[in-house]
C-alpha cells in the first residue's frame, strides 16, 4: 500500500473514531480509550484536523493522491454504423425541443 493511501485510510478510520467519541461524550456514554498508536491520531491529530480551517482541510486533502481526485473522463466520440441511431427520439424530446429551439445539428428538427 502506497504511503499517502495508508495515511489517508487510517486517517479516516480514526477521525471517524474520535466522531464516535465526540458522540459518545455527548449522549453520556463511555467509549473506549485509545490504545498504542491510537493514542496519537486521537489526542494529537484529530484535534489539529478540526482546529483547521476548512479551506486549509480541503487544500491538504486535494494534494493527496488518491480515489478523491478522480474526475468523471470524457466519453469517445461514437462513430460507425450504430452512431446514426443514437437518440434523441422524437417522444423523448423536451417541448423546447421540439419547438425548435434547441439548435445543434444533434437536435434539429427534420423537415422533410
Known amino acids: 500500500m ?3 493511501r495508508w495515511v489517508r485510510s487510517v486517517s479516516q478510520r480514526q477521525l471517524m473514531t474520535a466522531a464516535k467519541t465526540k458522540v459518545a461524550k455527548r449522549s ?3 467509549s473506549r ?3 498504542g498508536k491510537d ?3 486521537q489526542k494529537v ?3 489539529v484536523y478540526y482546529s ?3 479551506s486549509l482541510r480541503d487544500k ?4 493527496m493522491p488518491g480515489s478523491h481526485r478522480k474526475t468523471w473522463h470524457t466519453p469517445a466520440q461514437v462513430s460507425g454504423p450504430a452512431a446514426s441511431l443514437r437518440g434523441p427520439w422524437p417522444d423523448t424530446l423536451t417541448s423546447v425541443e421540439r419547438a ?5 445539428p444533434t437536435h434539429r428538427k427534420q423537415t422533410s
Request: hydrophobic residues 50%.
Open 39 to 41: 493514542v496519537f491520531w
Open 52 to 54: 483547521l480551517p476548512i
Open 2 to 4: 502506497a504511503f499517502t
Open 100 to 104: 425548435g429551439a434547441n439548435t445543434s
Open 33 to 35: 480509550p485509545p490504545e
Open 28 to 30: 453520556g456514554l463511555q
Open 60 to 63: 491538504v486533502v486535494a494534494s
Open 45 to 47: 491529530y484529530a484535534p
